[in-house]
């Protein structure tokens, strides 16, 4: 069956970020021009996906203005000859086709894609986490669905971490089968350093048969009676097979101040527009902390 959606659970408070997040969204950070999300949305666009299904709070409305249409500014871009930001304006806001549900309470990462079930119908569907960007020169969601088709089953993207940053992940326990695809036997949620199976940790893609809905409607709260992915995951490997995909990309996770920091720093290192006046920056920076 073809992989035709994609749901971003974006409904969360964004409470690190605070006061910042009271009325912008996190997802909606910019990373220079462009907000984290959408360099989320145009991983899938580039792997086939349209509908873009986004589970969202009351507080998140400036996501849906932002993959809206909006002409005033089109028609003020044009008048003004600004070509190419008109050409970037149209392409996402006419590319995908966004669809919103409301996740009314916020119960965990579980809940919030069970709240798309009815959005989602009774077909595989993509989970892409609002705060992870991933580069890498092969579409991971591209090579997730490639995997699916082989399978048929369910497939989470995981990436290699190094042992003392196990406990901020979701961590894996698999059998390798071939070339960077493994089945997986458990999952442990953030494990100490010196109780992980493995390094390999997931890194906020997953692709999903709809047996997953049937097992988050009885996967029970946990801490702060949230309903956890990984424990509905968990439950889906006593029905049927899941298997890991490593990717080997560079990962970067907006959701914390400091990640987010780091990516945009390395982001402006990376653009030819802003490399030399941030390299500048950083030089000097480097002279005054010598002094400190």
């Not at 899938?44 to 873009?52: P, S, T, V, W």
């Not at 993959?67 to 930001?85: A, Q, S, V």
């Amino acid at each position: 069956m073809e992989v035709r959606k994609a749901v971003f659970p974006v409904a969360g408070w964004g409470t690190r970020f605070l006061p910042a997040t009271k009325a912008m969204p996190k997802e909606m950070f910019p990373i220079i021009d462009k907000p984290v999300i959408q360099f989320i949305v145009e991983e899938c666009l580039d792997a086939g996906i349209e509908n873009m299904v986004f589970v969202t709070g009351r507080h998140k409305r400036p996501i849906e203005h932002h993959f809206d249409i909006n002409t005033d500014l089109e028609k003020h871009l044009e008048n003004c000859g600004k070509t190419e930001l008109l050409k970037n304006i149209m392409e996402i806001s006419r590319l995908v086709n966004p669809i919103y549900i409301r996740q009314k309470e916020q119960l965990g990462l579980g809940h919030a894609v069970l709240v798309a079930e009815p959005v989602v119908g009774y077909e595989p569907f993509v989970v892409c986490l609002g705060d992870v960007i991933i580069r890498n020169e092969q579409n991971v969601i591209s090579r997730m669905i490639e995997v699916y088709q082989r399978f048929g089953k369910s497939v989470i993207a995981v990436f290699e971490v190094e042992q003392k940053e196990v406990s901020k992940y979701g961590v894996i326990d698999g059998r390798h089968i071939e070339k960077d695809i493994y089945i997986i036997d458990d999952l442990i949620e953030k494990p100490k350093p010196e109780e992980a199976p493995s390094r390999l940790a997931i890194v906020g893609r997953y692709l999903f048969t709809p047996r997953i809905f049937d097992k988050l409607k009885v996967t029970p709260p946990g801490k702060g009676g949230e309903v956890q992915l990984t424990d509905a995951i968990k439950l889906l490997l006593e029905d049927e097979a899941v298997y890991a995909i490593k990717i080997d990309a560079r990962v970067y996770d907006t959701g914390t101040p400091i990640g987010y920091l780091q990516t945009l720093i390395e982001f402006a290192l990376q653009r030819e527009d802003t490399r030399d006046g941030m390299m500048r920056f950083l030089r000097g920076l480097k002279i005054e902390l010598s002094e400190v």
